[in-house]
């Protein structure tokens, strides 16, 4: 199965969270061994963001992130694992697990309903 | 199910069926999940297996292994239904190898605790991805075989709500990928805390309900059938035997908590003689075996340490209030909680008397619709009936359930007696 995994901030953690958080190498080198990642990015903030939407057939363009909120998406991945325990365990060893929050998301199959 | 039939069903025959389905449901319900992933399909090949042994056995006879031919009947079934599908060759086989053998079903290839499928069920309806309300929901349905209408009178919600929640439930477990699989080992013992949890809110909620009528037994009963279960697959954890333990001694009153007239009695004013035995000495067999693992005591051993207590104690007075106290004490160190806090104000009220039982609840507990009540008999005990009074007055307007108002009431008529 395919997961996006969404890497957000959180400003709710302690300092004590963040000294326990692995390297992202150490991640990176886990989840390139296994197989279970597919790709994945950083993302710049949402100061960089660019919202575009088409209504009344006119389009409109605004500076920053579709929803404004304390979190923000700050990179993503893609995974692709046995089963949803896989991909919870790559997502808790990821640091921004203890520091951020991480959300999986199956990958929806056009071919589905 | 079955009316036709009902004319020529013995007595022989329905008990063969029950015994069969009791025996045999869930594990065959947990292998045909495993391998076809269909959790409808599952249920619906062992009821129409059951349907088809109402309309068999009158002409036929009972089958020498009712549990063996409801096994094959809805292995069968499902390869009939999975074959209309076009499901590949491959799937079939491995459902057509799943049967137990005719001659011992009971014992099929016997993988060990955790290469049972029952395991591996309880897991998936237990994941913690997964909405609480709809672990418990499909928990019952699934595990335990209750049907829809059964579970929805339970919770008090419509049968097409509980349908709804049933549904999203089974579907976010296949398009989230949860596995049907033991979790990994260093997981394991918060997976098995979350099936436990499940079955403790499941007890909870018949023991002593939120809303609507307060005591349901066939909720706790099923708790207990489910955590028997759990200590069978898993005979070596504590908390498992802890929490079975827990549920045997808090249910070993459930005949004592209510008056004929329909009140809910206080452990002080029931009349032990109306325990059960049986169970209380189950529940204490359980905590010697959880005690005897020689891990340090979790969450469930804890409380099942403090039914304890009250449930040898022969009468209110014989009951040790110290120990008591120093079970909520370790309780509430293991995991703080306002239910905890204000149970072991109650138990110093009794071990130190009421004013010391009054200065432990102003020490800092959080509000919650219990505080009044437990403040109002100390009040009582302590002789200040006015403010015990006031304390019952605030107690009624918060309960959330008719016994407990009517409780409350009779405790307060009383106080005006007495003044």
Redesign the interface.
Known sequence: MRYLMIVATDPDHSVEDAARAPSIETWSEQVTASGAWVMGERLRPTSDATTVRVRNGELLITDGPFTESKEWIAGFDILDCADLDAAIEIAASHPMAFTGRLELRPFWPFDEN | MGEAAAPALTAALSTALTEALTSERLRIVANLIRVTRDWELAEDCVQDAAERALARWPTDGIPDNPAAWLTTTARRRALDVLRRRHVEAEKLHEIEALAPSQASPAEPEDPGPYGDDRLRLLFACC?P?LPLAGRVALTLKTVAGLSTREIARAFLVSEATMSQRLLRTRTKIE?????F?I??PH?LRDRVGAVLAVIYLLFNEGYAATEGPYLRDELAEEAIRLADLLASLLPDDDEVLGLRALLLLQHSRSAARMSVAGDLLTMEEQDRGLWDREQIAAGLASLAAARSTGRPQGFYRLQAEIAALHATAATPEATDWARIVVGYDALLEHRASPVVALNRAAAIGFRDGPEAGLAALDAGIADSPLVPAVRADLFRRSGRFAEAAAAYHEAIARAGTDAERRQLQRRLDELTNLS
Not at chain 2, 175 to 179: F, L, Q, V
């Open positions: 994941h991805a398009h989230s990928g949860i596995g699989r979790p990994e997981r």
